[in-house]
């Protein structure tokens, strides 16, 4: 940790160059995706939660452990499975016996870390899902009548299939909008497969090194927290949200207030993140896609027609676009 100056860890034009860091390290151990990387980051200057949507072997789980890596954050991974129970996730109370008798003690599941990554979370059933509710969160995890902290930083990049692949279950909206962004993980370029492939097979992995820990990411966190808003950029933002709410055939739910709280998170991480300490426009139009994608709930005639929740979205900030 040789790198990490803990004296500067006020110091915003440092700790933004010091993500930037983390974001290049992370890039060595990720071929590609580098705009997924970059939301994930942003996800983690603000402490929102990551749903990543792709197809099995686009390199989700690397990814989430790379991260673990460079930012030296604990981390376990849970597999859910359809026989998966809530408390292979929070933990559970077990007997123990002593000298006085015996009693009861904690038992603290995996979701006890800094970084959780819950893979394949749509193949569990949404009783096991919900588990996660409250430590995604409040951060705390209730077992009986006990409430357990969870360390910070904490926050979980969850993985998910396609939902029309065989044997998933849809995530309840309430868990849906407690993820701050969904992210959607593409299939490779040509090129690219190939830079994979000769390094998966018989290639040497790079070596990843720590760039940052818990206690710096928190600095930085607060650092985002104290980048101000124009007047004019929050009434844009708030415009896009209540747009989602305004009659359209192509909306049949509109996003919640969390959306309009994630994309001032997110807008601010954004303006961090490019050494700049006011956010503009277009933050918030970057921001818009991973943070409504899974707050709106198309209409049957946009499902019929084709229409995405992207396509969606891009409407409303053309409809929505300031004139400067």
Known sequence: MSELDRSRLQDASYMAGLVAECEKEIQKGIIGQKDIIHQVILAMLTGGNVL????????KTKLVSTISKVFDLSFKRIQFTP??????????????????????????????????????INRATPKTQSALLEAMQEHTVTVGNDSHKLEEPFLVLATQNPIENEGTYPLPEAQLDRFM???LVKFPGKEELKEIVNLTEGGKAPTIEKKMDGEALLAARE???QIPIADAVMDYLLDIV???????????????????????????AKAFLDGRFNVSFQDVEDAAYPVLRHRIIVSFDAISEG??????????????????
């Not at 990543?52 to 390199?59: I, Y």
């Not at 055939?249 to 998170?265: C, F, H, M, T």
């Not at 229409?307 to 400067?324: G, N």
């Open 223 to 225: 650092l985002v927290n």
């Open 242 to 268: 209540m747009e989602t709410h305004a009659a359209n055939p192509y909306i049949r739910e509109g996003a919640s207030p969390r959306a309009a709280q994630a994309l001032v998170r997110a807008a601010k």
């Open 181 to 183: 962004f969904k992210i």
């Open 83 to 120: 026989d998966l129970m809530p408390s292979d996730v929070t933990g559970t109370n077990i007997i123990v016996k002593n000298e006085q008798g015996s009693g009861f003690s904690f038992e603290k599941g995996p979701i006890f870390a800094n970084l959780i990554l819950a893979d394949e």
């Open 52 to 59: 990543l949507e792709g197809m099995p072997g686009l390199g």
């Open 307 to 324: 229409i995405t929740e992207d396509a969606v979205i891009k409407r409303i900030l053309e409809a929505k676009k300031p004139r400067v």
